[in-house]
């Protein structure tokens, strides 16, 4: 009833910037917390950014001054703006939101996108 679409990962230069884009879709309610993970190849899935429905927000201290989580709440959307990226960077990021769907109202439930992989290359 709910899906999470990431896009705008690829390939980048070290130094290099990269949007990462999370459009929810179905029927939505609220979008509570929102939040970007990512997974890199043999390491666990880990925080990267937090974002509250009033666009409070909070980073991994790795991403502090480099990445910046944004909202928009009336496309359902959230981003990722990451500048000055690094090898250790490269990942497959995903997108996490708690919804309120109508179905499920007035209780949230946790949804997942599918992953975009971010490559940096040296």
């Known amino acids: 009833q709910v899906q999470l679409v990431e896009s705008g990962g690829g390939l980048v230069q070290d130094g290099g910037s990269l949007r990462l884009s999370c459009a929810a879709s179905?029927?939505?309610?609220?979008?509570?917390?929102m939040a970007w993970y990512r997974q890199a190849p043999g390491k666990q899935r880990e925080l990267v950014a937090t974002?509250?429905?009033?666009?409070?927000?909070n980073y991994q201290d790795s991403v502090k001054g480099r990445f910046t989580i944004s909202r928009d709440n009336a496309k359902n959307t959230m981003y990722l703006q990451m500048n000055s990226l690094k090898p250790e960077d490269a990942a497959v990021y995903y997108c996490?939101?708690?919804?309120?769907?109508?179905?499920?109202?007035?209780?949230?439930?946790?949804?997942w996108g599918e992953g975009t992989l971010v490559t940096v290359s040296t």
């Open positions: 974002i509250t429905s009033d666009g409070s927000t």
């Open positions: 996490n939101a708690n919804v309120m769907s109508y179905a499920t109202f007035p209780r949230g439930m946790n949804y």
């Open positions: 179905g029927s939505i309610f609220r979008i509570n917390n």
